[in-house]
């Protein structure tokens, strides 16, 4: 029974990722004043990718790409979905810090193991932002933990039930800014998405990948996107009372990044980081601070 909820949950975290891809691109082109692909261009992508010839350069790169995809899975099934996941009942906030890690260095083996100085930069301007948003990302967490004196995120989401005035959002206003610049750089979206600056370094950790090892590549990062929406959810949104509900306020979330992501210019690698380290993690020390005394 366990094997089974964990395919199911994995299934689902690649399909809704992968729609919103697709949702995410047909709101930037219309943004852009074009018609765009349909919604589910990126669920045919992987099945182009997949059937495609694909060049590797060595065992790393393989055992990288695997490594990337499964971190993101195994971080998904900590993160409860409308109350439930997938096999443990009290997600901790912890253990998914720690595991979301996972993902972001198997990317970072596998492209680097491709001796490509494109996909190395890309790699470097990628951990680089690591250390910038995961500051804020903490104290944002650490007031969370201080204001529900848990640390886990079931706990979290249910203190917020019972009605929309519940909601994180409402009394941790500043926290919630915080969190969403942080969720901003998180996902590679402008203005902090240096590490794959298509003009600059062809896309970076990209640039290597072809065939089953994009498809791979791809299904990381709606992996990403869900886990990351989810955990937004969860903290600021009450969860969801149904999976559908949060699949809504995921989507929600989302857009707003992708509508930023639209309007604002690409930082430097040092102006993200600087920016990071400045604006979102001030705003969570002054949440942090008001929840402490």
Do not use: C
Request: hydrophobic share 55%.
């Amino acid at each position: 029974m366990v094997v089974i909820n964990i395919i199911l949950y994995s299934l689902f975290a690649i399909l809704v990722g992968l729609i919103f891809m697709g949702i995410g691109r047909k709101v930037s082109a219309r943004m852009h004043l074009r018609y765009g692909p349909p919604f589910y261009q990126s669920i045919l992508d992987i099945f182009k990718l997949m059937s495609r010839k694909s060049f590797t350069h060595n065992f790393v790169m393989d055992l990288g790409m695997v490594m990337a995809l499964a971190g993101l899975l195994g971080t998904m099934l900590y993160v409860p979905i409308a109350g439930h996941s997938a096999f443990i009942s009290n997600s901790n906030i912890i253990v998914i810090m720690y595991l979301m890690a996972i993902g972001s260095l198997g990317m970072a083996m596998a492209v680097t193991a491709s001796g490509n100085p494109n996909a190395t930069i890309g790699i470097s301007r990628a951990l680089t932002m690591m250390l910038g948003y995961e500051i804020p990302f903490f104290i944002i967490v650490l007031g969370l933990i201080i204001s529900n004196n848990s640390s886990s995120i079931s706990v979290i989401a249910a203190s917020q039930a019972g009605s929309i005035w519940n909601w994180n959002i409402w009394h941790m206003p500043l926290g919630y800014i915080a969190m969403e610049i942080t969720l901003q750089a998180m996902m590679g979206e402008k203005p902090f998405d240096a590490m794959i600056a298509p003009a600059e370094v062809a896309s970076g950790p990209m640039v290597e990948l072809s065939g089953k090892y994009l498809g791979l590549g791809l299904l990381t990062h709606a992996v990403s996107i869900f886990v990351e929406t989810g955990l937004m959810v969860n903290f600021f949104f009450g969860g969801g009372s149904n999976p559908i509900d949060f699949v809504i306020k995921q989507l929600g979330i989302y857009l707003i990044a992708v509508i930023f992501d639209n309007i604002f210019p690409r930082y430097k690698i040092e102006q993200a980081v600087k920016f990071l380290w400045i604006f979102p993690t001030g705003i969570a020390v002054v949440q942090l601070l008001l929840l402490a005394f």
